[in-house]
Nanobody, 125 residues
């Protein structure tokens, strides 16, 4: 299973960006899919996670500005980031706690703590 992320880039303060992440493979289960970020010189932190179909968790610093949405049919999440601030500058990485998939023989397998390749978001004027 791979997590393929897209989006990111350079944006001015107050601007918006969207990040997308999709899990590839013959997937039948995804638990807790979301985004983390790591700014230069800082520890990685949770940004937003789709916990269930009706519950999302957000870091306090992004509440009211960021929205995570999940597309179950596509095994994907999108992070809409509005009113971006310079402090949002970081490498953003997609993450899944648990993914269930069928291998090439049709056997059910599980992977845990799966990370996608990070994408850089730079907020600067």
């Amino acid at each position: 299973v791979q997590l393929q992320a897209s989006g990111g880039g350079l944006v001015q303060p107050g601007g918006s960006l969207s990040l997308s992440c999709a899990a590839s493979g013959s997937i039948f289960l995804i638990n807790r899919m979301g985004w983390f970020r790591q700014a230069p010189g800082k520890q990685r932190e949770m940004v937003a996670v789709s916990v269930t179909d009706s519950r999302e968790d957000y870091a306090d610093s992004v509440k009211g500005r960021f929205t995570i949405s999940k597309d179950n049919a596509k095994n994907a999440v999108t992070l809409q980031m509005n009113n971006l601030k310079p402090d949002d500058t970081a490498v953003y990485s997609c993450h899944v706690d648990e993914v269930g998939y069928r291998d090439f023989q049709g056997m059910e397998r599980y992977q845990f703590d799966v990370w996608g390749r990070g994408t850089l978001v730079t907020v600067s004027s």
